[in-house]
């Protein structure tokens, strides 16, 4: 029998029959982004993310070291700018009997956000597509949430309704997820049972702000941010106009 297939039985058997949550185990999944999903060479590199998780609650982390935000031209007469944003930690914690989620995450300007939020407000809607990945079969589910339509592949088999990011809410594991523009994507990449491995909400300080006011708090400090980089380019001198792309675009879209 192939070991990948065994292994997710023995994780499906661990899960089902756990009756204490403390007992458990923590299934850690690995997902990336590849540089190609990410609208004509805005990233470096590949993102990369890890989800550890139980039937109660997860830990989301972005492993990204540095974002980076660059004109891209070709023409000799043109300046070219490329702007890092800085060491980002940012992470989402779930609690899925609570239905709550805390985001992590730090902004262009070096400001700490503690953002309060649901846990899967989405509705699903299951497909009767399939196929298999890494020898998981998985069905596909389509939803809009939040301003983005998203297709998720998820494995029935893997009895945990969550997935990358905020994304869940599912009959089983999400193994892959994207929206119509794919500019959110999540691919799978591996998984595994770990020992002894608590999942636990990070000490991390911060101001705690509602969603909503995170995403115009951010807006206006990315505007605020390269504003002040035009500026002080412009004050020392030369006969040329800054023309920027920003590209700055937000996962979420709240009415």
């Known amino acids: 029998m192939n070991k990948v297939i065994l292994s997710l039985l023995l994780l499906i058997f661990s899960i089902l029959f756990a009756t204490d949550s403390s007992a458990q185990p923590v299934i850690e999944v690995e997902y990336y982004r590849p540089l190609d999903a990410a609208d004509g060479g805005y990233l470096e590199g590949n993102f990369s993310y890890r ?13 990204t070291q540095d974002d980076i935000a660059s004109d891209q031209r070709n023409n000799p007469g043109q300046l070219s700018l490329t702007i890092w944003l800085g060491d980002k930690e940012h992470w989402i914690y779930k609690d899925l009997p609570g239905k709550m989620l805390t985001e992590f995450q730090i902004s262009i300007q070096e400001n700490k956000y503690l953002i309060e939020d649901e846990v899967h407000p989405m509705q699903w809607e299951i497909t009767p597509e399939t196929k298999v990945i890494q020898g998981m079969p998985v069905k596909k589910a389509r939803c809009e949430h939040r301003g983005r339509h998203y297709t998720a592949w998820f494995a029935p088999g893997i ?6 990011w905020k994304l869940g809410g599912l009959p089983g594991l999400i193994l892959e997820a994207y929206d119509d523009k794919k500019e959110v994507v999540f691919l ?5 049972q770990l020992e002894r491995v608590p999942i636990s909400k990070p000490a ?6 509602s969603l909503t006011k995170f995403l115009d708090l951010n807006k206006k400090e990315t505007k605020q941010y390269f504003e002040f980089i035009e500026a002080r380019m412009k004050s020392n001198g030369g006969d040329f106009n800054i023309d920027f792309d920003l590209k700055y675009k937000s996962w979420e879209y709240l009415k």
Do not use: D
């Open 51 to 63: 989800l550890h998780c139980n039937s109660r609650e997860s830990l989301f982390v972005f492993l």
């Open 159 to 164: 009895p945990l309704a969550n997935g990358p």
């Open 188 to 192: 799978f990449k591996a998984i595994r």
């Open 204 to 209: 991390s300080k911060g101001r705690k702000v």
